[in-house]
């Protein structure tokens, strides 16, 4: 037998054996390892869409949040009762944080007529004359108009008094919600 005919019957059948197995096993495994990157792209894809769901709802529940405080906000601006007491309080931390002095403070009764106020509203009148420095009752106004209450100035007066003194007549309206459904 010639040498070449002996190499080829050795080596034909390793040479069927490995193209077997490469059909066999290593063509299969392709095949898992194809559909294995398939699945692994689906869950990366699933994953990514989840944490943008998880993203959302994170921003929706801080909105919520927000918008809580906020409502919150309006309806301590904008209450269902004329609170005259709550306002009276507010009104003397604000001037004892101005340093001026109340020297009269005086509620009108609910006005549920005021036809500058929107229907839904009902007003209260205050009369207020408040005294002190320049800067006190400047001050003073000017925290009276960032109350939470919701107010109107309608009137202001101011009056000089001796050296540095000032007096100011101010007269506003609280609003007040007229149906219970609006304020909470």
Same mark, same amino acid.
């Not at 998880?54 to 906020?70: I, M």
């Given at each position: ?21 490469? #059909? ?7 095949? @898992? ?14 994953? @990514? ?21 906020? #409502? ?5 601006? /904008? ?26 403070? !005086?509620? @009108? ?11 839904? !509203?009902? !007003? ?5 004359? =408040? ?5 006190? =009752?400047?001050? /003073? ?9 919701? !107010?109107?100035?309608?009137?202001? @007066? ?23 459904? #609006?304020?909470?």
């Amino acid at each position: 037998m010639n040498a070449r005919l002996r190499w080829a019957i050795i080596i034909a059948p390793v040479l069927v054996i490995i193209a077997g197995w490469y #059909l066999v096993v290593w063509n299969g495994r392709q095949a @898992d390892a194809v559909a294995l990157d398939e699945h692994t792209a689906t869950l990366v894809h699933q994953s @990514d869409d989840l944490r943008s769901q998880v993203n959302d709802a994170t921003k929706f529940k801080s909105a919520g949040k927000k918008s809580r405080t906020r #409502l919150a906000e309006l309806r301590a601006g /904008y209450p269902n009762e004329a609170d005259v007491a709550g306002f009276i309080r507010s009104n003397d931390e604000l001037a004892t944080s101005s340093g001026v002095l109340v020297e009269s403070l !005086t509620p @009108d009764a609910v006005n549920s007529r005021d036809r500058s106020a929107p229907p839904s !509203t009902r !007003t209260v009148a205050i009369s207020l004359r =408040v005294s002190g420095s320049e800067h006190a =009752v400047s001050d /003073y106004i000017g925290r009276l108009e960032s109350l939470a209450r919701t !107010t109107a100035i309608d009137n202001l @007066d101011l009056t000089a008094e001796s050296a540095g003194s000032v007096s100011a007549s101010i007269r506003l309206r609280l609003f007040v919600a007229r149906n219970a459904n #609006l304020a909470s």
